[in-house]
């Protein structure tokens, strides 16, 4: 198989790195979505760019900020469903849902997904430039988060496929595009929306990586989890974190059921949180688990 075919048809779902899924959990059931569900993860974005660019318009700007802030979490979503081909459109439709991302957040989707599925592939390992975030301080990890992303999207570019450098530079080109227009212009409405991106995807190592894989052994659990449902709620499902890499076929909209399922019959692969202490003993974890 080509690198290009490799680009288009590994989506990371085959495989879980060094880890071996609870064999005990069915979860074949959950991959499939309804055309409600498909339709909800397609427009679930564009509300809050609707929104918050509705209020830049109008020099609203502290109304803005918040739901910036929920367009970028709710696209990030969005695009990481559609790294592993779960977000419920056909492989033919994926790169021009990740250039439709590319073009409202503001970073290159296509070197994104590169990196992130080398993440999955060796979790946390040394080639892992994603996981690596979680190895920082998190003040360092919160406040160096603009080398996050150039770091990220030079992975994509040195170690990409033909068909990924060629995506990671016309998306690149584009997003300078934009920004270079709201220099130039005097639609105070984009250039906020270009500042208010700039400023998200300096947290993503933090909220997106740091978050959920800090203090984990490469070796064992090397994921966090979260129970509180109103955190789950807000975060978009994004912080059930051990579910999605130990099932990366399963879409967000059904990690909720996946939780659960787990919880009932191995509950030691969810008992690292991303809030809070571990829920069992060190004991009753694997034994690479209980350093996390």
């Known amino acids: 198989m080509s690198a290009s075919s490799r680009d288009t048809h590994n989506d990371g779902n085959s495989a879980t790195g060094r880890m071996h899924r609870p064999a005990q959990v069915p979860w074949e059931d959950l991959v499939p979505l309804r055309h409600g569900q498909v339709a909800l993860n397609l427009g679930l974005s564009a509300p809050w760019l609707a929104a918050s660019l509705w209020a830049a318009e109008r020099d609203l700007y502290l109304l803005a900020m918040p739901l910036s802030a929920a367009f970028f979490l709710t696209a990030l979503r969005q695009a990481h469903d559609t790294y592993h081909a779960s977000i419920g459109v056909p492989r033919k439709w994926l790169d021009a849902v990740l250039l439709a991302l590319t073009l409202t957040m503001l970073c290159s989707t296509h070197a994104i997904r590169h990196t992130h599925l080398v993440h999955h592939r060796d979790p946390l390992g040394d080639g892992d430039e ?18 996050f992303s150039i770091r990220t999207h030079a992975q994509a570019l040195s170690t990409g496929s033909p068909r990924t450098r060629r995506w990671v530079c016309a998306e690149l080109v584009l997003i300078a595009a934009v920004c270079l227009t709201a ?11 270009v500042v208010a991106m700039i400023g998200s995807n300096m947290l993503v190592g933090f909220f997106a990586v740091w978050s959920v894989h800090h203090g984990c052994d490469a070796k064992g659990v090397f ?27 399963v879409p967000a909209n059904h990690l909720p059921e996946l939780a659960s399922r787990l919880d009932a019959a191995a509950p030691e692969w969810t008992a690292v949180r991303v809030l809070g202490p571990p829920t069992v003993p060190a004991s009753a974890m694997p034994q690479q688990a209980a350093q996390a």
């Open 183 to 193: 220099a130039l212009t005097e639609q105070a409405w984009l250039r906020y929306h």
């Open 130 to 147: 994603e996981g690596g975030w979680a190895r920082q301080p998190a003040w360092r990890a919160l406040a160096l988060g603009v080398l």
């Open 223 to 249: 994921a966090r989890t979260e129970r509180r449902g109103w955190i789950n709620w807000l975060t978009v499902h994004l912080l059930y974190h051990v579910e999605h890499h130990l099932y990366p076929a």
